[in-house]
């Protein structure tokens, strides 16, 4: 223990004995000439010193008891987990949101631009054009989603549709992101291949 | 070395005892007053409590240290207490990361005077490779729970090694490149074979047996059968252990290192029956390398290079992948090695690995376990980013085998070679 530690309990533990013996010998007390408002202004710092312990005990992160799991085999993640944390930090609308929305748009871009050059039999590039002019797939969500002017995904949709499509849970980015994933998908299952 | 921290487990004591004594003040409440004193000696107890050092001595049985693969092995670790009184001790023990607990659990929670012993009995599935137990960690408290000292305890060294052995496969597809040795493999060349190659003009000496009669009977002109010469294959199974490789399923038992690795082995077996020779490598944060061969003792080195290498470890690497490891892989390859590249094909690396081993004159065959899934977005996304990859590999002369982990490697070599030409 500190120096100070040690102190302080010394002081604290002083002034225990001190207090229960007063319980013991009330009679002490009118020698140490301590006033009603003295006790009441102790009184309100004691209240107001116990906010710090419980700010501590809310600001104290959890931590897991020490050791790790040694009977499990750490398991591999899946094939596409990395694309999953980025869709589930767009739909959190966290801070770290825009960068997720980029980082999926461009990851969602190569393998839409593979896909479509594969389908097309063009160049990359030629596939990355269709990609901002939004030809590349019938649905209007998915092709609005590479548009150059990143604004309503859903405005091509009617106007009933572009409500429900607002309304409906999660990032409206996200789940054209996610149509987006449907079509590459549907290339690559019905003709992208050789 | 120890690590001594708080538990906060004593932390709300404080305040409280500062509401009550508050409270009592200004209420004018002896009785609160007074039980914040108590609140007081606990929370003192705590921040004065410190967690006892512990003197520990670790025995551990293993019942089979030379398992066959999935064989239960029986596992006792004994701690005894050489130390003063330990009110709240916890054991980890140090199980290798491979090796899942089947039965029993290789942790434990006790209070042991002094000489007092505690055992932790489990079992492992025996799993490939060489397996070094750690040494456990012991978590000690001191008797209010307020400190905690986490530390390893010595323990002798203890390991589990297993080798897999190496069976055959149905056939391999290997790709007509081949070394000057008879062996096994239809080169383009006309020579002694089974596989037809072309008509030529009958020579006196041809054997009866090559005459093509129906050209005969046709043409009325003796025509000679020329086959395909057998050529004995130098093939490299090159297995891909980068990070990027290390995938799983959730409905599936191993990663896709260690299927690869399982595949691997059989073709191995295979080639290796056929007469041809074959060597193994790694290419992953470090490479590894065993040079083609044949013969018994080249397999049994085989088995246990595919079983034991560190670089083929059944758990992700912690170094990082630079690419000049395939370099040095190639450097160490001759110009009519063949590769098998075993490769989930998870990134666009494992492309460019086939297209720079052709571009240097290797036949590449991959054999790709299928490690996708398509419950979620991102998993079905990597589906169709990995089966656009495959399709890149065929177009750029590669034969592909598409291999689902669950059927037999077999069945997807079937599959795929119906669709292959020479």
């Known amino acids: 223990m500190s120096r100070r530690r040690r102190a302080a309990l010394a002081v604290g533990t002083t002034a225990a004995g001190v207090g229960l013996a007063l319980v013991v010998r009330p009679g002490l007390a009118g020698g140490l000439g301590v006033g009603e408002t003295a006790v009441l202004v102790l009184g309100a710092l004691a209240l107001a010193y116990a906010v710090l312990p419980v700010g501590q005990w809310r600001g104290t992160r959890r931590r897991a008891a020490p050791g790790d799991e040694p009977e499990v085999v750490p398991a591999c993640d899946p094939p596409g987990d990395d694309v999953d944390r980025l869709f589930a930090a767009v739909d959190r609308g966290a801070i770290a949101e825009l960068e997720a929305r980029a980082k999926l748009r461009r990851r969602l871009e190569h393998s839409a631009a593979r896909a479509v050059a594969r389908r097309d039999d063009c160049s990359r590039d030629a596939a990355r054009e269709a990609l901002a002019a939004g030809t590349w797939t019938d649905d209007p969500v998915a092709a609005a989603y590479f548009a150059e002017r990143q604004g309503d995904v859903a405005a091509a949709l009617p106007a009933g549709r572009r409500l429900r499509f607002h309304l409906a849970p999660g990032s409206p980015r996200a789940r054209a992101a996610r149509r987006v994933v449907d079509e590459i998908t549907a290339i690559t299952e019905t003709g992208g291949g050789r | ?422």
Request: with cysteine.
């Open chain 2, 1 to 422: 070395m120890s690590v001594v921290r708080s538990t906060e487990r004593w932390r709300g004591v404080s305040a409280g005892a500062l509401v009550a004594l508050g409270l009592g003040l200004v209420l004018s409440r002896p009785a609160l007053v007074l039980s914040s004193a108590v609140a007081v000696a606990y929370a003192a107890a705590a921040r004065s409590a410190r967690a006892p050092a512990p003197s520990l001595v670790v025995e551990r049985e293993v019942a089979d240290d030379e398992p066959a693969p999935d064989d239960r092995v029986a596992v006792e670790t004994t701690v005894r207490n050489d130390g003063g009184r330990l009110v709240d001790l916890r054991l980890f023990d140090g199980v290798p990361p491979a090796l899942p607990v089947t039965d029993g659990a290789a942790r434990t929670a006790v209070a042991l005077g002094p000489g007092d012993e505690a055992t932790m009995s489990y079992t492992v599935a025996a799993a490939r490779g060489d397996h070094a137990w750690e040494p456990p960690t012991a978590v000690v408290r001191d008797g209010s729970g307020a400190s905690e000292r986490e530390l390893a305890v010595e323990a002798p060294a203890t390991t589990l090694t297993c080798v897999p052995r190496v069976d055959a496969a149905g056939d391999v597809p290997l790709a007509p490149l081949t070394t000057m040795h008879t062996g096994q493999v239809a080169s383009h060349e006309p020579g002694a074979g089974v596989e037809f190659h072309s008509l030529r003009e009958y020579r006196p000496g041809d054997p009866m047996g090559h005459v093509d009669w129906h050209h005969l009977a046709r043409t009325g002109e003796p025509a000679t059968m020329a086959f395909h010469a057998e050529r004995m294959a130098a093939v490299v199974l090159l297995f891909d252990v980068r990070p990027a490789a290390y995938v799983g399923r959730p409905d599936l038992d191993h990663n896709a290192v260690e299927y690869a690795l399982a595949g691997g082995r059989r073709l191995l077996g295979r080639l290796l029956d056929d007469g041809n020779r074959v060597g193994v490598a790694g290419l992953g944060a470090e490479t590894c390398w065993l040079a083609p061969g044949l013969g018994r003792e080249h397999r049994t080195r085989a088995e246990q290079f595919l079983a034991t290498a560190p670089e083929l470890s059944a758990t992700p690497p912690e170094g990082t992948f630079l690419p000049s490891g395939l370099n040095t892989l190639r450097a160490r390859m001759r110009g009519d090695h063949q590769v098998v590249w075993l490769s989930p094909v998870a990134d666009d690396y494992a492309v460019e690995v086939a297209r720079r081993l052709q571009s240097a004159g290797h036949a590449v065959t991959v054999v790709s376990p299928d490690m996708t899934a398509e419950e979620t977005a991102g998993q079905r996304l990597a589906r169709a980013d990995r089966r656009l990859r495959l399709d890149d590999l065929r177009g750029a002369g590669a034969r592909v085998v598409d291999w689902r982990p669950d059927e037999h490697l077999d069945v997807a070599v079937a599959r795929a070679t119906r669709g292959w030409r020479r």
